[in-house]
């Protein structure tokens, strides 16, 4: 059964990290592990928002609702996994190329799975015969609920920790000894519940086509590049240049450029 520990020892006045068994239930011959059941919530916010979306326009049904979770839902899991082996695990990978199944203890890319999800929504659009930016535009608004459930995820596991602080905002980690910045809460608060509040409210009026995509790689994009400031480099990386120009950052700057780049044809298309 799932566990939480809080232990005593931190200095005053710190906010001190619940050490939480990242296996939720163990049933002996299965066990279930806090990191899945964020990725269901993940999927289950995006089907109960892509049904209440699709009311309000005859472009979608149910089938095409259950069957664009399910192409999405490959295309995270498979191109997350998949892109982190490859943007940040890559001797691992070619020298144990089976690690790639050893998803329990985390070890996903956002990017990677966003790529996945690209993929998958290009073959989508062939099987029903629809644009690529209208389903796009029509997604956005679904991951960024999805993303911050599995931020929570990575809080949970104890994995990706910011920098070590000594200032308030700091939370004390009893196995090390120290406070660090909770990256993962940040992301899931600026990445997942004001990214999601932006998108859904922007997207509740008609948008010209791209521009809810547009919106989504822009703010994505700042929001990612703003935490890894204060988050830990992956430590068979480290910083790429400058002493901290991070993997993230990196990854995440093509995103903002883009997203301008489709804000302004959205708004030539208007014009």
């Known amino acids: 059964m799932s566990g939480v520990r809080i232990t005593s020892s931190a200095p005053p006045y710190k906010m001190i990290y619940p050490n939480i068994n990242p296996i939720a239930l163990d049933l002996g011959f ?18 109960l928002l892509a049904n209440y979306r699709a009311k309000k326009s005859d472009d979608w049904n149910t089938q095409q609702i259950e069957d664009l979770i399910f192409y999405g ?8 996994r998949l892109g982190y082996m490859l943007f940040y695990s890559l001797p691992n990978f070619l020298s144990d190329p089976l690690s790639i199944f050893s998803i329990q203890g985390g070890g996903m890319s956002f990017h990677g799975g966003f790529l996945g999800v690209l993929l998958a929504m290009y073959l989508f659009n062939r099987k029903y015969d629809k644009t690529f930016f209208t389903t796009m535009d029509f997604v956005a608004p679904l991951v960024p609920l999805g993303l911050g459930f599995g931020r929570l995820g990575n809080f949970i596991n104890g994995e990706l920790w910011g920098k070590i602080t000594s200032s308030p905002w700091g939370m004390y980690i009893q196995d090390q000894g120290v406070s660090r910045y909770p990256s993962q809460l940040y ?8 990214l999601f509040i932006i998108l859904w409210l922007f997207s509740n009026k008609p ?23 204060v988050r830990v480099p992956d430590v068979q990386l480290g910083y790429l240049a400058f002493d901290w120009l991070t993997m993230g950052q990196l990854l995440s700057l093509p995103m903002v450029v883009l997203g301008i780049y489709l804000l302004f044809k959205a708004k030539e298309q208007k014009t």
């Open 207 to 229: 948008r010209p086509l791209m521009s809810i995509s547009a919106l989504f790689l822009i703010f994505y994009g700042l929001f990612r590049f703003i935490i890894e400031f």
């Open 187 to 194: 992301e899931a608060f600026l990445e997942g519940l004001v």
């Open 73 to 80: 839902a490959i295309g995270v899991v498979v191109g997350g």
């Open 30 to 47: 299965v066990q279930i592990y806090w990191y899945g059941l964020m990725y269901l919530m993940a999927f289950l916010a995006a089907y």
